[in-house]
């Protein structure tokens, strides 16, 4: 059997050809080659590593069930024919012998790594879903916190209103601002009647001076086709079409008084309102809890209710704050209100009647010295008339 692994090992270093040929090889090589192995078959023959080591060489070697094995000694020319059937049974009992690849050993260290990747992949896969849950809880608490603010406070903002319709329950006045506050409103409701019938003197005037200017063409076309009405059918022309002229420019000055009572009706007017809107809205904030307080105060004073007056009193003071801030802001508005509205209405009711008057009594110069007065610019005709790219 060790002239046969001999063999073996001596045939492992012929390099072979597709044609079964054996190729040259160094005689002092194939000698140290074969004590070595000798030395080591000595030496672990019985063991099981020399068996894997045994194992690992049989299988590493050239498949010998196809070929013919072809072995040179050293200094000689002789050949020898080593049967592979013999190679066969020394590479079965060198796989009995040795570890099997499929052991659980094996599996357990081959698969260590792989769990604990599994396991660091599992672990942060957790905890990104833990996070992307502690937030959508999180934003779920807010809202639901934010909703039952908004329905305790419209709860106790409804039932002040209907005790204050009934007569039940008792509202925080003051008396001169609420005055102005009516002042504003009742002139808010003149103001818009002056502007509707200014907007209506427009647009008859407006009509009237379509008029004149078509019967002005009207004539001049007379003029033209009869011959012994010349006369009269031209001076009516110019006539109309110097009335038409005027009344394009009481028709700029109009225009520029009705646009600035416009603008102090609708916009200032109006913004001050919306500010006492958010004033009547925080005074009747501030009376609902002040009942609320009031109706805790009159109650048993245990650990539970001294605890709900303390945070009714907090709620107390953060709308008193807020209803006095919003009173002065209507009181300052009020007062600036004032003085813009006599300022604006000085001006336009001057414009106002000097435009009128230098219109009824002819006066062109009068008239076109009013506009420049008043820095007021007449748009060229047709200025109106949107363009085809605003029609588009």
């Not at 020394?90 to 599994?118: D, F, N, T, W």
Request: net charge neutral; glycine share 6%.
């Amino acid at each position: 059997m060790t002239e046969s692994i001999m063999s073996k090992a001596a045939t492992m270093e012929i390099p072979i050809n597709s044609n079964g040929d054996t190729g040259t090889l160094a005689e002092d090589d194939s000698l140290e080659q074969a004590a070595k192995l000798q030395w080591s078959l000595d030496e672990k023959v019985g063991s099981s590593r020399g068996t894997r080591d045994l194992q690992q060489v049989m299988v590493s070697g050239p498949n010998l069930n196809e070929t013919s094995i072809v072995s040179g000694g050293y200094g000689g020319t002789a050949e020898g024919i080593i049967p592979t059937s013999s190679i066969k049974d020394l590479r079965m009992k060198a796989r009995r012998s040795s570890v099997p690849p499929g052991s659980s050993v094996i599996r357990h260290i081959a698969g260590q790594p792989h769990e604990c990747q599994g396991s660091n992949m599992h672990h942060s896969s957790s905890s990104s879903s833990m996070t992307a849950d502690d937030m959508t809880r999180g934003v779920a608490v807010e809202k639901l916190d934010s909703m039952k603010k908004w329905g305790l406070n419209t709860y106790k903002c409804t039932k002040q209103m209907i005790s204050e319709r009934f007569g039940r329950g008792s509202r925080t006045v003051d008396m001169e601002l609420e005055a102005q506050i009516e002042v504003l409103r009742d002139t808010k409701r003149k103001y818009e009647n002056v502007l509707r019938l200014a907007r209506a003197l427009t647009n008859h005037f407006y009509n009237m001076v379509q008029t004149q200017q078509a019967l002005g063409d009207t004539f001049a076309d007379l003029s033209q086709k009869s011959p012994e009405l010349r006369d009269e059918f031209g001076f009516n022309a110019e006539t109309q079409k110097l009335l038409c002229k005027n009344g394009e420019t009481l028709l700029g000055a109009v225009n520029f008084f009705v646009s600035s009572i416009n603008t102090l009706v609708n916009k200032t007017m109006e913004d001050t309102l919306m500010t006492i809107k958010m004033y009547e809205n925080a005074r009747l904030e501030f009376d609902a809890y002040r009942s609320d307080l009031e109706e805790l105060s009159l109650g048993p004073r245990d650990a539970v209710t001294m605890a709900r007056i303390d945070a009714a009193q907090q709620q107390y003071q953060v709308h008193k704050e807020k209803y006095e801030r919003f009173r002065s802001d209507v009181i300052i508005k009020l007062k600036f209100l004032e003085e813009n509205k006599v300022k604006v209405m000085h001006k336009q009711l001057l414009l106002f009647h000097n435009a009128i008057s230098a219109y009824f009594a002819g006066n062109q110069q009068q008239l076109e010295q009013t506009l420049k007065q008043f820095n007021i610019k007449l748009r060229p005709p047709g200025a109106d008339k949107p363009s085809w790219l605003e029609e588009q």
